[in-house]
């Protein structure tokens, strides 16, 4: 499903997390004519929130691009918050050392 990149909402990560060589890499990309995977958004029934792929959508963006393609599901930012959080939680235990 294509979504206008003005219908997404970035609130799940602060834009100074970008790299941007990553972006600036995409945007050749882009200009190439290369096709990406999905976005990953949630709808909570009225706002689109981006979950993955803050650095395609800025490429996007800075390329003039007005839609990208998504891939969506059912979800809140509160549930994004959470999900993010437990996957931390999982990594941490992971690399604990045993005693």
Known sequence: MKIKLSSLRLDFQRHKNLIEENVIEYQARFRNGESFPPVYVR??????????????????????LEEID???????????????????EELLKSLRIPQ
């Open 43 to 64: 709808f909570d029934g009225t706002d689109y929130f981006l979950q993955d792929g803050f650095h395609r959508v800025e490429a996007a963006r800075r390329e003039g």
């Open 70 to 88: 998504c891939e969506v599901e059912p979800g809140t930012i509160e549930e994004m918050e959470a999900e993010y959080r437990e996957m931390l």
